[in-house]
């Protein structure tokens, strides 16, 4: 057994980190926290694409990846501003006062 | 690369640059010289620039229609067809500006219609590329440009709630899309679309073909809203400044579904699977024929329920989405893009009624229609033409629409596979007759209210509200003066 | 030259909102001309076409893509639907002259109505005939839901939706038809001669046929049929009934069966059945309505049921009896409702038989009495009017394939006398006018409730028309008879059937 990671231990780490996310956003309450999940799964697609990237020697991946850390911050922009925005409104961060509209 | 190659991408990309430029041509004008100016004046003043801009946008796209291009490797490939479908998001953005001018829902109208001018930047960008970095980043710049849009209505606390949950479903949808590219690339080392298709074939049984695939069609379904990807769609349609959910309702409709489908017909044409009756295989036919069964299904059914117009429009826009998609599944072109099409300029209109109304009113709801036709002529007929063709009723454009879409998925695999889909389309079109007919019977049959006067929009957005109707009747009658251009 | 018939009234629907909004006589006026000029255009257009052959009117390519075609054309079938439908066009805005609500928009609907019905009677090219089938609908929901009475909701929403069902399962077939034959093309002519594979037939066949049939009130898919009747305004229902259950039986005879002849093989006994347990149902539950208008809606989906036994026969003389039962039926239907909806339930304002039972209106208003009773004898089939005629060759159609079935469609007749006799009994002949005081209903002084000339116009007309056609029935079977022999029913010819 070799000590050096294979392309499928980044890609289960990548998985993990996706589902972590994607459990963060449907089951936490703060919209700060559900925030946090959703980057924590753009940045699991982050690793999935620098791994691949190494493995499949070309650097289209990478390149990738720098776009989206670029983007991701533009996102976190405007995330923030609208939380702001709402709890201006609302005075919480709590997805429970999200209520004027019906689900 | 040499400089020969940036010269000609300066020169294939000028319609964009003009979109640019107007962006900020919008937000110069309006901070520097209309400061003082009145609400009403500076929204019109918007307008009428993004106009121009847009115009010579359109000007430059019709000169340069016969274009075919592929450069940097698929990062921007033009074809007479995305130069035809980039002209129909101008058109769309032009009226949906001007809607701005009814109801003064912010004081900063400059900014949102640079917004909007920013938005149909990143759909023109969006439908002319084979790049998955390049689709990701337009998708980007359209969506974020929409979530700001539609918290613009500072006063009303629906809309920030409205954007803030389009935001969060949107940003899931983002990463769900990512996540599956990463897995396209490195399945096949590549962002470039036709090489995928080259190579993804040999991975065609792979269960990480189908979750890259399942990915990204989840991530699409959540920008088309098909269920069970739409619950965004009531909420920001509902809480949006009529503006912007026009917008979201049409230009992005359209990127969206043509991006969609040139994803899954040129980058994805090898995995397919098959959704036909009693032989469902995996691969994106059988994933998207389950979203098209659903959407189709709990939309109709759900905006039976509606009491809301905007809620009403938005679960229909779920069913409508479902019926797209079935073109999607027929693998033509032609026939979802002239479904996409029609569909848009239909949505705009009913927004752009919406906006009067809502605006002169204050009712969103169905029976705040009650009379109209006593109150506007005008507005009634266009309305009643809209939802009309919504509904499919001949010789409407949504009736060909429809007919295009549901003989694309009839024609698909041996004996009438795909059958079942065609026949509960159908179905769920009689559903949704009804829910359309009672927004008709407001309009037409229900008594006029006490105390209620005329009601009246700009007169740009009465002739915009005419010339959609109109369109809407032409090329419903005569189908071959659009399709054509969409071959 | 047929075709302006469909341009006339869509320019005049179109037209009526140039007119100011409350100008209802230059509605009243501009309708009136404008199906009156539909029907003289009608009648010279048929005039020309003697011989009941195929002629093509107009042919353009419509929708090359998909091969589509503007393709209208004209056999005897078509003009004779043709002419009805510009009779019961000018007799339906006869009767409603007096509209008052909303007179513009009233005739408006009323001529796209009848735009969309000349479309189809006179559109060759499938898609083209199911574009114009479509454009009828709408209107019907409108004319009820606007101006209708009874449950004018409920009804207009059912008849819709009945209509869009039909339609769509139409669509479906039609789609179905299109690219299994493959051959691009919408043509019926062409379509009609492509073989379809046999096991396709058979359920292609009952989805376009029934969805068509839906219309044409096929049992038991008939409930919108008395229901938007009696709901809808007395020219809607005389449209109703009149054409728009043409529509149906004639996209039945026209695509269903044409396409389709195996699947039309297999179905044939079936749906036989169904009409004549259409026509001895229909004439069952028409002898127990208290309503006067369900007893017409209900003896409609009874006369239908003869038009489609008629089809069913599947011979030259019961398909012509078919064909000419529509037109007398049209006739018929439209003379009874003109009657109990416009003179009747205008003036007396209930519809309820054991009401009108103490009134005798024979002597408050004799015209519209003994008016109601010549439409009844002919509607019960007498000789010397046109239903006659039908329903005789109907039956010598039907007793030649069907024997025992024809047994119980005479049956159906006989019930058809018994329905009639109580509603004209119960509605003018019984009470005694002198034993009720005028107060509680002298709303109807004979000076303001005397039959108007309108009305007596339209009554005497289509009075004329049935008796002409049960003394002379050549004049409309001279057209109908040798349409059978174009090559669009090579099918089912070549399949023995014809």
């Known amino acids: ?103 | 690369m040499t400089n020969g190659d940036y010269y000609q991408l300066l020169k294939l990309l000028a319609p964009e640059w003009t979109v640019v430029g107007t962006v900020l041509a919008i937000l110069f004008a309006d901070l520097q010289f209309w400061r003082n100016r009145s609400v009403a004046w500076r929204s019109a003043g918007a307008a009428s620039i993004l106009s121009l801009g847009f115009a010579a946008a359109a000007g430059l796209l019709i000169w340069k229609r016969a274009v075919t291009a592929d450069l940097l490797g698929g990062t921007l490939v033009l074809s007479p067809t995305s130069q035809y479908v980039k002209l129909a998001l101008l058109g769309l953005a032009i009226v949906t500006a001007w809607l701005c001018t009814e109801g003064e829902f912010t004081k900063h109208v400059g900014e949102f219609v640079a917004l909007i001018a920013l938005a149909t930047a990143g759909m023109m960008f969006l439908v002319s590329t084979e790049n998955l970095l390049m689709v990701f980043v337009a998708l980007e710049l359209v969506s974020l440009s929409l979530y700001v849009m539609t918290a613009f209505n500072k006063r009303s606390p629906r809309s920030a709630e409205a954007a803030l949950k389009y935001f969060l479903f949107g940003g899931m949808a983002a990463a769900f899309t990512l996540f599956g590219f990463s897995f396209l690339y490195g399945l096949t080392g590549s962002i470039h679309l036709p090489t995928i298709a080259a190579k993804i074939s040999w991975h065609a049984g792979d269960p990480l073909t189908l979750v890259a695939i399942v990915l990204v069609v989840a991530g699409f379904g959540f920008k088309i809203a098909a269920v069970p990807f739409h619950l965004w769609a009531p909420d920001a349609y509902e809480g949006a400044p009529a503006p912007a959910a026009a917008f979201i309702a049409s230009g992005s409709k359209v990127a969206s579904f043509f991006v969609l489908g040139k994803l899954l017909s040129v980058g994805l044409p090898g995995v397919g699977g098959s959704g036909a009756w009693k032989a469902f295989s995996p691969g994106w036919l059988a994933v998207v024929a389950i979203l098209a069964t659903a959407s189709m299904i709990f939309g109709n059914l759900a905006a039976l329920a509606q009491s809301s117009l905007r809620r009403l429009l938005a679960y229909s826009a779920i069913a409508h989405a479902g019926y797209a998609l079935l073109a999607i599944i027929g693998g033509s072109q032609p026939a979802l893009l002239y479904y996409a099409i029609t569909y848009a300029v239909t949505s705009v209109g009913i927004f752009g009624v919406v906006a009067v109304v809502e605006n002169r009113t204050g009712n969103e709801d169905i029976a705040g229609l009650a009379g109209l036709r006593e109150r506007s002529f005008l507005l009634s007929v266009a309305l009643s033409v809209f939802v009309l063709s919504l509904a499919g009723v001949p010789p409407l454009a949504g009736f060909f629409g429809k007919f295009y879409a549901f003989a694309a998925a009839a024609k698909l695999g041996s004996s009438l596979g795909y059958w079942w889909l065609v026949a509960l389309a159908l179905g769920a079109s009689c559903v949704s007759l009804f829910y359309y007919l009672q927004v008709l019977k407001q309009v037409w049959v229900a008594p006029v209210p006490e105390g209620q006067g005329k009601v009246a929009g700009g007169w740009v957005v009465s002739i915009l509200l005419a010339l959609l109707a109109l369109a809407v009747l032409v090329t419903g009658a005569a189908p071959e003066l659009l399709i054509r251009f969409l071959k | 030259m047929l075709a302006w018939t469909i341009y006339i009234s869509f320019a005049a629907a179109a037209a009526m909102f140039l007119l100011k909004p409350d100008s209802r006589q230059g509605a009243r006026v501009l309708a009136l001309v404008a199906a009156l000029a539909g029907l003289a255009v009608g009648l010279a257009g048929a005039l020309q076409h003697a011989g009941g052959g195929l002629v093509t009117i107009q042919k353009y390519p419509w929708v090359p893509t998909v091969g589509a075609e503007y393709y209208l054309a004209a056999d005897g079938i078509s003009l004779t639907l043709v002419i009805l439908t510009g009779l019961a066009a000018v007799v339906g805005i006869l009767f409603s002259w007096n509209v008052e609500l909303r007179t513009r928009e009233f005739f408006a609907f009323y001529l796209a109505l009848i735009g969309g019905v000349y479309g189809v009677f006179l559109s060759f090219d499938l898609l083209l005939l199911f574009v114009f089938y479509e454009i009828a609908i709408v209107p019907k929901y409108f004319l009820i839901a606007i101006w209708g009475s009874t449950r004018r909701e409920y009804a207009a929403m059912k008849l819709a939706l009945y209509s869009f069902i039909g339609s769509a399962m139409v669509l479906a077939g039609l789609v179905a038809a299109y690219v299994v034959s493959g051959a691009q093309t919408f043509n019926l002519v062409e379509l009609a001669k492509y073989p379809f594979p046999a096991s396709f037939q058979n359920w292609a066949f009952p989805l376009v046929f029934v969805g068509f049939a839906i219309l044409a009130g096929l049992w038991p898919f008939h409930t919108w049929a008395p229901t938007g009747h009696s709901a809808a305004p007395t020219a809607a229902s005389m449209l109703l009934a009149g054409v728009v259950m043409k529509l149906g039986a004639y996209g039945c005879l026209r695509v269903a069966m044409t396409l389709f002849p195996e699947g039309l093989a297999t179905w044939r006994n079936a749906i036989a059945a169904l009409a004549v347990v259409g026509i001895v149902y229909g004439a069952l539950v028409s002898l127990t309505q208290r309503d006067f208008k369900f007893v017409i809606g209900y003896s409609s989906v009874s006369h239908m049921g003869f038009v489609l036994l008629g089809l069913m026969t599947l011979s030259t003389i019961g398909l012509s009896g078919a064909v000419l039962q529509m037109f007398s039926h049209g006739v018929i239907a439209g003379l009874l409702f003109g009657v109990v909806g416009r003179m009747v339930y205008d003036r007396e304002h209930t519809r309820d038989l054991d009401e009108l039972q103490g009134r005798r209106l024979s002597r408050t208003m004799p015209f519209a009495a003994v008016t109601f009773v010549v439409a009844g004898l002919a509607s019960m089939g007498l000789p010397g009017f046109s239903g006659f005629v039908a329903e005789l060759k109907v039956l010598i159609g039907a007793w030649q394939t069907f024997p025992k079935l024809a047994v119980i469609a005479g049956v159906g007749i006989v019930l058809g006398v018994a329905y009639t006799l109580r509603a004209v009994q119960k509605a003018f002949f019984s009470g005694d006018q002198e034993d009720v005081p005028g107060a509680v209903h002298g709303g109807h002084a004979h000076g303001e409730s005397a039959i108007t000339l309108p009305e007596k116009i339209g009554a005497v007309v289509l009075i004329a028309t049935t008796v002409l056609i049960g003394l002379y029935p050549k004049l409309l079977l001279d057209w109908i008879v040798p349409s059978f022999a174009s090559p669009l029913f090579d099918g089912l010819r070549k399949g023995g059937l014809l």
Request: proline share 1%.
């Open chain 1, 1 to 103: 057994m070799s000590l050096t990671p294979g392309l499928h231990h980044f890609l289960v780490v990548s998985a993990l980190l996706f589902s972590l996310g994607l459990l963060g956003v449907l089951a936490r309450r703060n919209l700060l926290v559900i925030y946090m999940g959703l980057e924590l799964m753009l940045n699991a697609a982050n690793l999935a694409l620098v791994a691949f990237s190494r493995f499949n020697a070309n650097l289209n991946g990478q390149v990738m990846v720098f776009f989206i850390i670029t983007v991701a911050a533009a996102e976190v922009a405007v995330g923030l501003a609208l939380i702001v925005a709402l709890y201006r409104k609302r005075q919480s961060a709590h997805v429970e006062d999200l209520t004027s509209l019906k689900l």
